[in-house]
């Protein structure tokens, strides 16, 4: 079936960049996010990006995808403590039901 | 903006009672859904529905059963809790657009002693 891996911590200084990475298995994935989650609360969309696409960019956030590797990353730029939160990548093709998602990366940026 | 909501936002019950766990979209969207989320942050589709009276089992099998008779209605309920239902509980939805965003409430924390 289906597999997203994410890497499950990531600490970064306040100012600093973050890359949070993703690898998936379904080659016919159609759209790949990226969900926040903080504490206690439900998942926010932050981004997403069509399986064409290599690359898109929304202010502190770019996205890369790599379709050949089935790596998709999560760039934020200037992290700020508010950053921190639990990621989610996940993915989805026409045919499927429902997203599949990773199992998240936390987030830790220190002042 | 999303306008999905999720009620209660904490409940914490004794085994054995029954629950109902209520989440209601504005937004008109067919599909919706609802995941499992564990305490090590993955999640888990327990139940989903394509629309009125359409509804499915997810990748997680569980114990909860939902209903879906209103489009913007689609509410979960445990016949009797168990200390293995306690979880988060999140509910989505998604609209007829082909990049199928899933919008999210906030979430029912679940908590059976």
């Known amino acids: 079936g289906e597999d997203v891996e994410q890497s499950l911590f990531l600490s970064v200084r306040e100012g600093d960049s973050s890359v949070i990475n993703c690898t998936y298995t379904d080659s016919s994935s159609t759209y790949l996010y990226w969900y926040k989650q903080e504490p206690g609360a439900g998942l926010q969309l932050l981004t997403y990006?069509?399986?064409?696409?290599d690359m898109k960019q929304d202010q502190r956030l770019t996205v890369l995808l790599n379709k050949k590797d089935k790596h998709l990353s999560l760039r934020i730029a200037d992290t700020q403590t508010g950053d921190s939160a639990i990621y989610f990548c996940a993915e989805s093709d026409t045919g499927r039901r429902a997203l599949t998602f990773g199992s998240g990366t936390r987030l830790q940026v220190q002042p | 903006e999303a306008d999905i909501y999720q009620t209660p936002r904490y409940l914490v019950i004794g085994t054995g009672k029954k629950i109902t766990l209520e989440c209601s979209q504005t937004m008109g969207h067919d599909k919706m859904y609802w995941y499992q989320q564990d305490p090590g942050m993955e999640l888990h589709l327990i139940h989903y529905?394509?629309?009125?009276?359409?509804?499915e089992k997810g990748d997680l099998s569980s114990e909860s059963t939902v209903s879906r008779i209103r489009t913007e209605h689609f509410p979960l309920t445990l016949e009797s809790a168990r200390p293995s239902h306690t979880s988060q509980y999140l509910c989505?939805?998604?609209?007829?657009?082909?990049?199928?965003?899933?919008?999210f409430g906030s979430g029912t924390q679940l908590s059976v002693l």
């Open positions: 529905s394509y629309g009125v009276n359409s509804t």
């Open positions: 990006i069509f399986s064409n696409m």
């Open positions: 989505a939805s998604s609209g007829k657009a082909n990049n199928e965003k899933l919008f």
